[in-house]
């Protein structure tokens, strides 16, 4: 069973950035897409961005498009997530996920593993 093990996050002013981590405890994911998600208090949780497992085709949500930034690193099963440019509205807990397909998706259903969560604070 895969084991996504997030880090990073934390309080941040507006206009800052914050780097997420999420590492595949034992490279069984090194062959899937990855993806970050977030979820405000009283809102569902929302697509932010995807790559697959190369780490190519990357994709993000409009609301952060030019702000957030995935990656991957292959070597240390890792996958991030850059935030800069931070707003209030940024301001949710980030969920990393995986699948078990190599391919991107912005699709929370496709996803099969899920990390731990880390909140995430913007103050204006």
């Known amino acids: 069973q895969a084991q996504l093990i997030q880090s990073g996050g934390g309080l941040v002013q507006a206009g800052g950035s914050l780097r997420l981590s999420c590492t595949d405890s034992?490279?069984?994911?090194?062959?899937?897409?990855m993806g970050w998600f977030r979820q405000a208090p009283g809102k569902e949780r929302e697509f932010v961005a995807t790559?697959?497992?190369?780490?190519?085709?990357?994709h993000v949500a409009n609301s952060v498009k030019d702000r957030f930034t995935i990656s991957r690193d292959r070597a240390r099963n890792t996958v991030y997530l850059q935030m800069n440019s931070l707003e209030p509205e940024d301001t949710a807990i980030y969920y990393c996920?995986?699948?078990?397909?190599?391919?991107?998706?912005?699709?929370?259903?496709?996803?099969?593993?899920w990390g731990q969560g880390t909140q995430v604070t913007v103050s204006s």
């Open positions: 996920a995986g699948r078990r397909f190599p391919s991107s998706s912005g699709r929370a259903y496709d996803y099969d593993y």
């Open positions: 034992d490279g069984s994911l090194s062959n899937s897409a």
């Open positions: 790559c697959n497992w190369s780490g190519g085709d990357p």
